[in-house]
């Protein structure tokens, strides 16, 4: 039981290039998150997904993507990064059905030049 | 706007002082309150939650109080150890499956 899984760990892109994150749950939960994380600013929502096949954005969604693959996955996407994107990444996944309980993942730090 | 302000921004306590957090919120539909504790170069691990429907929560020596009426909850770390120096966040969910954090809390326990 792995949890919620990141990859990559690390990265480092140049103005303008495209990447994407890829996050995991073996947990079974419905919803998914992706927060970023900056100094001084705790965790700010960037999209979540209540469940397979929909998505919703959060407080700052401008300059990503998402895709809920499946129940399990559930992938960021910067189609054209910016010096404002360079942050850690977190993805979190989320259950009510018995007791209330989110987990996040190890998260990914992300540098944009 | 932000949803829910956590005090302080950082926290110096001796080792088996008590460690005191407090957040506010304001939308009344938030119905369950979690803290969360984040070592450096990880993500934030669930640490204590309460719903709206009790006062008071104890696990070990993490305590939540929260006050409805006053629209603030707090986390209460007794016996403060070396090893709970992390920084902490405050959260507040409603059933709209969002979560608000707070701005984080860096606590230093001093040995």
């Known amino acids: 039981n792995a949890g919620v899984t990141q990859t990559p760990k690390f990265q480092v892109l140049k103005t303008g290039q495209s990447m994407t994150l890829q996050c995991a749950q073996d947990m079974n939960h419905n919803s998914m998150y992706w927060y970023r994380q900056d100094p001084g600013m705790g965790l700010r929502l960037i999209y979540y997904?209540?469940?397979?096949?929909?998505?919703d954005k959060g407080e700052v969604p401008n300059g990503y993507n998402v895709s809920r693959l499946n129940k399990r996955e559930f992938s960021l996407r910067l189609e054209s990064a910016a010096p404002s994107q360079t942050s850690v990444y977190f993805c979190?996944?989320?259950?009510?059905?018995?007791?209330?309980?989110?987990?996040f993942g190890p998260g990914t730090r992300l540098t944009v030049t | 706007q932000q949803q829910v302000k956590q005090s302080p921004q950082s926290l110096i306590v001796q080792k088996g002082g008590i460690s005191i957090i407090n957040c506010a919120y304001e939308n009344t539909a938030f119905d369950y309150f979690p803290w969360y504790q984040q070592f450096p170069g990880k993500g934030p691990a669930l640490l204590i939650a309460i719903r709206p429907d009790v006062s008071e929560k104890k696990e070990g020596r993490f305590t939540i109080s929260f006050n409805k009426s006053a629209k603030q909850f707090s986390l209460h770390i007794m016996d403060s150890q070396p090893g709970d120096s992390a920084t902490y966040f405050c959260?507040?969910?409603?059933?709209?499956?969002?979560?608000?954090f707070g701005s984080g809390t860096k606590l230093n326990v001093k040995p």
């Open positions: 959260a507040a969910y409603y059933n709209f499956n969002k979560f608000y």
């Open positions: 979190a996944s989320f259950t009510t059905e018995t007791v209330y309980e989110q987990y």
């Open positions: 997904s209540a469940s397979e096949g929909t998505t």
